[in-house]
Nanobody, 118 residues
Framework: VQLQASGGGLVQAGGSLRLSCAAS????????MGWYRQAPGKQRELVAI???????NYVDSVKGRFTISRDSAKNTVYLQMNSLKPEDTAVYYC?????????????WGQGTQVTVSS
């Protein structure tokens, strides 16, 4: 299984970016996918998650600004980030959890850097 993340970059405060994460070589079915981020000197934190039924959840700091969505046909999850703030600067990672029978398997994509300048 591979998760290929893309879409990071440098943007000014107030700008927007859209991250994508495409899963390939899937074994089983997707239970949920999500985006995490890790800023320098900080722990990795959950940003947004979307589960198989479509329910979404966000960390409070991004509610109303970020939207997670998915294209099930493409096994791809997106993170639309609007009204970006300098504190959103971090390496963003996508994560997918798959189920095959009783077994849950977790995979991480490579990080993509998001830098928001003030």
């Amino acid at each position: 299984v591979q998760l290929q993340a893309s879409g990071g970059g440098l943007v000014q405060a107030g700008g927007s970016l859209r991250l994508s994460c495409a899963a390939s070589g899937i074994i089983g079915t997707i239970n949920h996918m999500g985006w995490y981020r890790q800023a320098p000197g900080k722990q990795r934190e959950l940003v947004a998650i979307i589960i198989s039924g479509g329910t979404t959840n966000y960390v409070d700091s991004v509610k109303g600004r970020f939207t997670i969505s998915r294209d099930s046909a493409k096994n791809t999850v997106y993170l639309q980030m609007n009204s970006l703030k300098p504190e959103d600067t971090a390496v963003y990672y996508c994560k997918a959890v798959f189920i095959m029978g009783p077994v849950f398997s977790t995979y991480w994509g490579q990080g993509t850097q998001v830098t928001v300048s003030s």
